[in-house]
C-alpha cells in the first residue's frame, strides 16, 4: 500500500502504512473499532478546523500564542490545514511569538498549517473563535484572565478579561479547545465542545470562580534548564517555554537529553517537528529550533540510567518528559534541586490521563512511579496479544502474529494532550521561581475537564526559594 501524505506545517509528512510507523492518533479508531489507519486519516482530514479571530490578536503577545498554538495542534490532529478567518490587520500584523521566525502573523500561520480563509464559517461544525471577533452558533471561545483558563460555547463562556499574566494561560486554553473538537468528532466525549470548562494555572486546587484563582503577574523565568525525554512531553515543554515573553534569550542555555532519531509517529505529536526532521537526532532537530530562536543549547545524547549525574556546574531545574518511569526514578537520583515531571495515559481510554509530579515530594519516587512488574507487564503483553487477534483491523496491517502485536503495543498519543500538559508543568516552575503557590502533584484528565477544582496537592501557598537558580526578566505581554 502507499505512504498515504497529509500536510503538516510548512512541508508534507508522509505517514507509512507499515506497522512501527503506525499513526498514534490514527490508533484511536484502529483499537476501539478496528478502522484502518487510511480511512480515519481522511476522516479527520475531512473534519479539518476553523478558527474565527478578532482583530484585536494583531497587537496581543497573549493572543498571538493561542492563535499559533490552536494552528500547530490542529493540524496535527485532524492531518489537514487549518482555515483561519481573520481581518487583514491579523494577517499582516507583526508576528510577537518567538514560536516562529516570519515576520507577519500570516506567514507563521502559513508555516505551520494555516490557510486563510475567505468563504465564511461553515454553520453546522463547531469553529474556534478567538479574541473579539463576532461569535456564531457554534463558536467555541477561548480566553483568559490572569492565569485563568475559559474555554467553551459562546453562549455559555463571556469572554474574560484576558489581562496577559501568564503566557501559559492562552496556550492552555488554545489547547483544550482543540482537544475539544477533536473529542467530539472522535466521540470521546459526548459534553465534549458544548460544556463550559474553567481552571486556573495559579491555583489548580480552587475552582474556577475563586478569587484566588487569577493568580498575579510574574516577572522571571529561569536562565537555564535541562529538558530530558525530546518526544510528545519534551517538545510541549519547549514549545510552551518559547511562548513566554522573555524580554531578551540572550544567555539562556537549556540542556537537552535524549538518544532517539524522529521517527514517522513522531511527527504528528511532536511540536517542533516537520518532515524535514524525519531520521535525524531529537537532540539536534531541537537544538536547531531553539538556537533559531535565540536559545543556547547543549545537548546530552545517551540514556539516562542509574549512573547519571548532575554536575555543579549544570542547570538546577529539570524538566522531565520521559515515557518511562525506571528513568524518572534515575532522575531524582541524579542531584537535581528541583524536578518537574508529567505523565500521560497511552491507551484508547487513558490517553488524556495527566499526571504532574514535582520533586522533593512528599512521597518516595517508588511509589510516584512504581515501576511494571514481570507479571504486570506479561499481562500488557497478553491483552496486547489478545487485542490483535481479535481486532480484524489488525490483520490489514500485518501479515504475522508478531507484526499484529507489536502494532497492539503502540501507544495512543494526540499531541493537545502534552500541550496541556505541559502548561501545568511550566506553571509549576514559574510560580516556584517567583514565591507563588507550589503543588506536590495533579491529576486530570484532559477530555474531561469542567469548571470544578482539580485534584492538586498544595506543598505550599508561597514556594521557598531555591538557592542556586539564576533568573532573566519576562516581559509585560
Known sequence: MPPCVSPCGDAMIEISELPGNLSRIDKIWLDRD?????????ARAARRLQIVVGADVANSHAKQVALLTVVNLAVKCFA????VIAPDSVWAARTLVRVSLQSTLGNALEE?????HLEGVDPDRVHILLGDADPRRLSLRITFDGWKVSVGPAAQVARLPERPWCALAPLAAAAVAVGEVFASFARISVAAARRAIGFSLWRPDLP?????SIGGAIDEAPVELSCFGLGHLGQAYLWALACLPFSTTKGSRIYLCDDDLVESPNLETGALLNSDTLGHPKTRVVSEWLMKRGFDTRLIE??????????DREPVIALSGFDDNEARQWLTQA???LIFDSGLGGEVGTFDSVAVHTWPNRRPAADLWPLESAQARREREERARRRAEANQGYGALAPDECGRVLVAGKSVAVPFVGAVSSAFVLSEMLRTLNAGPAFYDARFRVCALSDRALTASLRSGQAEPVSGIRCQQLACS
Open 112 to 116: 505551520l498549517g494555516g490557510q486563510r
Open 80 to 83: 489537514a490545514p487549518v482555515q
Open 302 to 311: 545517551r540514556f539516562v540510567d542509574g549512573n547519571y549525574r548532575r554536575s
Open 335 to 337: 542531584g537535581f534541586p
Open 208 to 212: 474556577d470562580d475563586s478569587s484566588d
Open 34 to 42: 478496528g478502522t484502518a489507519p487510511k480511512e480515519s486519516r481522511i
